[in-house]
């Protein structure tokens, strides 16, 4: 007989490329103003400032291809990144330890409501509504760090319709992907299955129904996702 006094919520994972087995997700943290040219194009600094983070729900997270326009909203945009997932982690990671927490590394979208968001900053209200809604991070498959080794450069893309919309290096990340993990660290206790979305270069848009999004990271699987 269960303990529990409902039923238990499943457990959110991510395929892995070349094994039958899933990647377990705990929380997920997306850094904000990671590239500078982004950084601009929303208004921002583009130097190096403290860095900011959000959240968004383990269970945004979707491997399926398709991403469902939301509702309450006619302004949503796509944002590429590059997600690192991690197999342990603790609080005051050092800088030179960070690396060792990596489990490996995927394509993802930040999916984003920016009416909503736009609202919410000039409200001073936290931007959850705009950024942790259902299936708001659309995920390709995780390549173990074993295979890749640590993917600190290499071309990130996005087209939409085969146009190219988002293009950007990850060697232009205003934080280094040790220095998110080692950062975070001494604010949050991290763990296996915390998965960190680490920024997205400039050109973020619009999408609309119908639209074929393909996002890649040079290095590891693309991914294609069709917005429904």
């Known amino acids: 007989m269960s303990k529990f006094v409902i039923e ?11 094994s039958d087995a899933l990647f377990p997700v705990r929380r997920i943290y997306c850094i904000g103003r990671n590239y500078a040219a982004h950084s601009v194009e929303m208004g921002g600094d583009p130097n190096r400032e403290t860095p900011f983070f959000f959240q968004k729900n383990p269970d945004n997270l979707d491997a ?13 945009h796509h944002e590429i990144e590059m997600a690192v997932a ?12 960070a690396l060792e927490h990596v489990y490996g590394y995927a394509v993802s979208l930040d999916m984003t409501r920016r009416d909503l968001q736009d609202r919410a900053k ?15 991070a659309p995920i390709g498959l995780i ?36 220095e998110m ?9 991290l763990a296996a299955g915390d998965v960190i979305l680490s920024g997205t270069p400039s050109g973020v848009g619009a999408v609309k129904v119908g639209d074929r999004m393909e996002a890649s990271v040079e290095g590891i699987s693309s991914k294609v996702v069709t917005v429904i």
Do not use: C
């Open 8 to 18: 238990t919520p499943k457990i959110v994972a991510v395929p892995v490329s070349g």
């Open 64 to 76: 399926s291809g398709e991403f469902p326009y939301p509702a309450h909203s006619t302004n949503v």
């Open 86 to 97: 991690l197999k342990s982690g603790g609080s005051n990671i050092p800088l030179d330890q």
């Open 122 to 136: 000039k409200q001073g209200r936290p931007w959850e509504i705009s950024k942790a809604f259902e299936r708001s």
């Open 143 to 178: 390549h173990p760090a074993s295979e890749t080794g640590y993917l600190s450069e290499g071309r990130i893309e996005l087209k939409v319709n085969g146009e190219v919309r988002q293009e950007g290096d990850l060697n232009q990340m205003i934080w280094k992907v040790p």
């Open 181 to 189: 993990i080692s950062y975070l660290s001494e604010y949050f206790e």
